[in-house]
């Protein structure tokens, strides 16, 4: 044998180990993302679900159990004859996550582990472009203390995520623009690190980038493969799902939906230009056509407005209709460019959908192409409110699921020793 023929053979089987570690990390990822997202799981049911064959499920099983990622243990009593068969379980605790969302109107944080049991998550309203990026990330620190301490003692922090309203760099959670609170060129990811004392980064993604992924692993999207998620808040954001996966545009920016020219006679909008269709079918908006002064801006906006309308007030009313129909005559754009199977409404708009539902779907049959918009729905939000938050959550856990094994058992923050705890 030749020189040539060993080095040859031997980069074949180098070639073929990668391959075949590639094919188990991707294995191990499916199976404990499967477990993570659909709750406790036999193992018949993972086989038919990944169909891997059963002794790999086994074998797959046994590796996340011995990484502390999951656990087997006696299922739910069968309604035919015979011992329940055992399920396997996260082990929430092997992988635990802190969610941030930091919204125009509130700050929010929460506590979650694999699987998706929040441990316990809090929300603070707070009054409108009033707090630096500085002031921000120290209040984050002081809610999420609290929640952090109240882990279980042997829990790992796998991640921390955190969805911010503005335009936002993914590798690094830089924060270039956020019209909303203010903030221009932040290196938030950076700062909430520092300020949490993380040994990890923080994964820092927009709201609405968050909120799809929320409704399509846990809410009224799941396992829609084509997927746009609308946020209503100060500004309107989209967030796409493109086969499954989050659709982001070359370093992240991509959905700035609410930035797209919508009415060239229209209003004036926040990012400087003219007849945005957030500064026609936005907060603003609504606020103009219901007669609501600009100085209630923020909560207040919508508490009257949803007040004033289930009342049966008929000037605010006709302003949601008017509002709806702009938001219609968007998502038309939106269904023509993207051809979604579902348009998902978050933000206010989940708040005032039993009244603006039929005047979007009235808009957006005047711009959407017959053939694409017969296939897109149009539905409210499963998640409400919390959905960004809970795409934090699931951003955080995105590392330990790609790769178990390498992440696994890995605190993205070093745990103050349980002596140094009781003693203080
Ligand atoms: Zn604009």
Known sequence: MSRTEISSRDGLNRSRGVATEELRRHNLATVLEHIHLSGPT????????????????????????????VEEGPGMAASGPGRPSPVVRTRPQGAAVLAIELSV???AVATVGLGGLVYDQFREPRPRGRFSPQETVQDVAKLAEPLLAALPASHVLAGVGAGVTGLTRRSDGF??????????????????????????????????????????????????GHLIYISGEAGIGAGIIQDGK???????????????LINPGGH???????????????EAALARHAGIPVTFAGLGVLDTVLTRANAGDRRTLVAISEVGRWLGLGIGNLINVFNPELVVLGGFYHALF?????????????????????????????????APLIGA????????????????????????????KSGG
Request: proline content about 4%; overall charge negative.
């Open 268 to 282: 004036k909008c926040r990012c400087g230009a003219v007849g945005c269709w957030e500064s026609e079918a936005g």
């Open 354 to 386: 039993p009244f603006l539902e039929a005047a979007v779907i009235e808009g957006s049959r005047l711009r959407a192409l017959d053939a694409p918009g017969k296939v897109a729905r149009i539905a409210s939000s499963d998640l409400g409110s919390d």
């Open 393 to 420: 959550a699931e951003l955080a856990f995105s590392g330990v699921i790609a790769d178990p094994a390498g992440a696994a058992g890995h605190s993205v923050r070093i745990q103050p020793s349980v002596e140094g």
């Open 175 to 224: 924060v270039h623009l956020a019209p909303n609170l203010g903030w221009r060129n932040v290196p938030l990811g950076a700062m909430l690190a520092t300020e949490l004392g993380l040994t990890g980064q923080v994964d820092v993604a927009n709201e609405a980038d968050l909120g799809a992924l929320a409704e399509y692993r846990r809410g009224v999207g799941s396992g829609v």
């Open 105 to 107: 109107d509130s700050i």
């Open 246 to 260: 989050p659709m982001l545009g070359s370093t992240g920016y991509a959905g700035e939906a609410g930035h797209t």
């Open 42 to 69: 036999s193992r018949s049911e993972l086989a038919a679900s990944t169909g891997l064959n059963r002794s790999t499920i086994a074998d797959l099983i046994g590796e996340l159990g011995g990484l502390g990622l």
